[in-house]
T-cell receptor, first 113, second 115 residues
Framework: AQRVTQPEKLLSVFKGAPVELKCNYS??????LFWYVQYSRQRLQLLLR??SRESIKGFTADLNKGETSFHLKKPFAQEEDSAMYYC???????????????FGKGTLLTVNP | DTGVSQDPRHKITKRGQNVTFRCDPI?????LYWYRQTLGQGPEFLTY????????KSRLLSDRFSAERPKGSFSTLEIQRTEQGDSAMYLC?????????????FGPGTRLTVT
C-alpha cells in the first residue's frame, strides 16, 4: 500500500519560532518524497523534493528511511509562510516506476505576528 | 509559457448533466495527470497519460468518467450524468519524463459544483 500521513491538521506558531511539519509514509519500493505548498488563492506549488537536498525559502526536509519520515523544518517561521502544506509520495517499485503522487491530507500552518 | 492552464475555472451544473474540462500542460511536458480534491483532503489521483496513451486509471474513475489526450497535447476530462458526489476541485498536472520526471506542476484547478 502507498500511504502518506500528516498527523497535524493545523499548526500555529509565532513569527521567529521554529516550525516542523510532520510527514510519515508507507511504500513498498524506493520512494520519492515531495513537499507541496498552497498559499491562499494560489495553485499547488512544488516546495521541495527530497532528492535535490536543497533549502527553499529556508525550509529543509530530510528523508529518514528507517523512520519512514520526511518532516519539513524551518528554524525561524515568517508570516508569509502561512499556507497549506502537503507531503506527497511517488517513486520506483517492483515492476517499474510509479509516477502518480499520493498526497497526505495536508497541514494548515499559521504564523502569528 | 506560463504553466499548466485549466478551463473553465468554475463550473456549476445540475445533477444528471454532462461536463467537460480542459487542461493544457506545460508545452514540453509529455506526462499529464488528473487529480480530484475534496474539502479537507489532499489531491487524489485519477488518471495519467504519457503522450497520448492513458497508462493508469484509479478505481476512483468510475465508468461515468472519461479522459482523453489526443495528439499528446491538451487533455479533456468528461463526467457524464453528474452526481452531487462529483462536486470537487479537479486538478491537472504535468511533468517531463527526462531525469525520472517525478515532480509535477499543477494547474489552478476547475471547481465543479453539482446542484
Amino acid at each position: 500500500a502507498q500511504r502518506v500521513t500528516q498527523p497535524e491538521k493545523l499548526l500555529s506558531v509565532f513569527k521567529g519560532a521554529p516550525v516542523e511539519l510532520k510527514c510519515n509514509y508507507s511504500y513498498s519500493g524506493s520512494p520519492e518524497l515531495f513537499w507541496y505548498v498552497q498559499y491562499s488563492r494560489q495553485r499547488l506549488q512544488l516546495l521541495l523534493r527530497h532528492i535535490s537536498r536543497e533549502s527553499i525559502k529556508g525550509f529543509t526536509a530530510d528523508l529518514n528511511k528507517g523512520e519512514t519520515s520526511f518532516h519539513l523544518k524551518k528554524p525561524f517561521a515568517q508570516e508569509e509562510d502561512s499556507a497549506m502544506y502537503y507531503c506527497a509520495l511517488s517513486g520506483l517499485r517492483y515492476g517499474g516506476s510509479n509516477y502518480k503522487l499520493t498526497f497526505g491530507k495536508g497541514t494548515l500552518l499559521t504564523v502569528n505576528p | 509559457d506560463t504553466g499548466v492552464s485549466q478551463d473553465p475555472r468554475h463550473k456549476i451544473t445540475k445533477r444528471g448533466q454532462n461536463v467537460t474540462f480542459r487542461c493544457d500542460p506545460i508545452s514540453e511536458h509529455n506526462r499529464l495527470y488528473w487529480y480530484r480534491q475534496t474539502l479537507g483532503q489532499g489531491p487524489e489521483f485519477l488518471t495519467y497519460f504519457q503522450n497520448e496513451a492513458q497508462l493508469e486509471k484509479s478505481r476512483l474513475l468510475s465508468d461515468r468518467f472519461s479522459a482523453e489526450r489526443p495528439k499528446g497535447s491538451f487533455s479533456t476530462l468528461e463526467i457524464q450524468r453528474t452526481e452531487q458526489g462529483d462536486s470537487a476541485m479537479y486538478l491537472c498536472a504535468s511533468s517531463l519524463s527526462r531525469w525520472g520526471g517525478y515532480e509535477q506542476y499543477f494547474g489552478p484547478g476547475t471547481r465543479l459544483t453539482v446542484t
